[in-house]
């Protein structure tokens, strides 16, 4: 069976056509081929705590009771997840040395609750520092129909194993564009919700600032299903007619430097939707060029993910990837004084996108600026950072300003960005399920 979406999966459970057992193998027979084939989605996967969990998911559903439109239903955990009586290593070999975990994440026993079957921890960049999913220690995920190609980061697996049909969704994390951009490269959906909406407790932080707990699906739709499920809000999801829907677009900044296919897919999307009613709005945002200067020292993220690490990270250099390191190193020279700093101007900078997008439906804009590099590109230190902060430059934007935004597919690993201001999650899914609708489905 092909795992589509959630809502016609749950309807063939509903109707008696397939139990979730039968998912459970299915999920676990195609993890097998995947790594059979060489893919690299996977750390750990338990069969019988897999199997126990849909068994128990099916007598449940003989009984009369079905927790949510999750129930039953396969979903890989990003490494970075606390899953009581598993370590939560991050992708990393240092912190795969830890205890296991006491108790879960509140986003896993939210899951758990709502009957979803947890299918096993997926492969990510070390400490998710990172757009291209790059792993020394287990791996780099590829597109699984394109295998050439890096599926991006730093939920990498979770893209992969969502895009290559082992699960129906992949929870995972979004820092910086963690979820947008592996959706976009493996041709998915993934939505980065307002940073505090989803309890972030439980999770390898990396930054307290911007880290976000979302999901990666087929749908807009299982995006909603999932966030109603880990937020505990539910979304009565309607698609808005275009017609009327304001959708902003600025080429200041997030248009420059666009490798020649991406232009050309955002073009071609940004003309369809206004053939087909709504109103597109240019607009002028040129204060986003100083977000590379505001972060020229590693700006918060560096900070943060230091103050984590600083106690044993001289010690314990030789454990990690060198080009995380590096990364997280910039974080050791960021006073006090540099940190205050750059959080009054993110605040400022928040302040102006509220006034400039207070009239819009959503901001349009390409998910990455490049389509997805080889796997081969990235062996060449200079390259991989050129092409991370490629890839990382439009989503970093959103979460910069406090945003949400969904990732959806445009075909050979681009995407297209639907975002809006913080606390705007439930008027973004409305207004990206329409233009799914009018563009993909």
């Known amino acids: 069976m092909k795992m589509t979406d959630i809502a016609s999966v749950q309807s063939l459970l509903t109707n008696g056509k397939v139990n979730s057992v039968e ?176 309890s972030r407790q439980g999770v390898v932080p990396l930054s307290h600032s911007f880290d976000s707990v979302g999901a990666i699906t087929h749908s807009v739709r299982d995006c909603a299903l999932v966030d109603g499920v880990l937020s505990g809000q539910g979304h009565d999801l309607q698609a808005a007619p275009l017609a009327g829907l304001r959708l902003f677009v600025t080429e200041d900044y997030v248009l420059d430097q666009l490798a020649p296919e991406v232009a050309a897919a955002f073009s071609h999307s940004v003309t369809k939707l206004s053939q087909l009613g709504a109103t597109i709005v240019p607009f002028a945002f040129s204060e986003l060029h100083r977000i590379p200067e505001i972060n020229a020292a590693g700006g918060l993220t560096a900070a943060e993910v230091w103050s984590e690490h600083q106690d044993f990270f001289d010690a314990a250099r030789a454990e990690y990837d060198p080009l995380v390191a590096t990364r997280i190193e910039r974080g050791r020279h960021i006073s006090a004084g540099d940190y205050l700093r750059v959080q009054q101007q993110r605040a400022g900078l928040i302040e102006l996108a509220q006034a400039r997008l207070a009239y819009a439906d959503a901001w349009l804009m390409p998910t990455v600026a490049i389509g997805a590099p080889k796997l081969t590109e990235l062996a060449d230190a200079d390259t991989f950072f050129r092409l991370n902060a490629l890839a990382l430059r439009n989503t970093t934007v959103l979460n910069f300003l406090d945003g949400c935004a969904v990732s959806l597919p445009l075909g050979q690993g681009l995407g297209l960005s639907v975002g809006g201001l913080a606390g705007q999650d439930a008027k973004i899914l409305n207004v990206a399920l329409s233009i799914e609708q009018a563009l993909i489905r």
């Open 23 to 198: 998912l459970a193998q299915e999920s676990l027979q195609k993890i097998k081929q995947h790594h059979q084939e060489g893919g690299k989605a996977w750390v750990s996967v338990d069969e019988a705590a897999v199997l126990a969990q849909a068994e128990a998911a099916d007598a449940q559903r003989r009984a009369g009771y079905v927790a949510s439109p999750l129930a039953g239903i396969p979903v890989s955990v990003k490494d970075s997840f606390d899953v009581k009586g598993e370590v939560s290593a991050a992708g990393s070999k240092l912190f795969a040395q830890h205890e296991a975990a006491t108790k879960d994440a509140p986003a896993i026993s939210a899951l758990r609750a709502a009957g979803a079957v947890l299918v096993g921890r997926t492969n990510m960049s070390e400490f998710a520092f990172s757009g291209l999913g790059y792993n020394p220690h287990h791996g780099t995920p590829c597109h699984p129909q394109r295998p050439d190609y890096i599926a991006g980061g730093s939920t990498s697996g979770g893209a992969v194993s969502v895009a290559g049909g082992m699960v129906l969704a992949g929870l995972g994390s979004d820092t910086g564009g963690s979820l947008r951009i592996p959706a976009a490269f493996c041709d998915a959906v993934g939505f980065k919700p307002t940073a505090a909406r989803v």
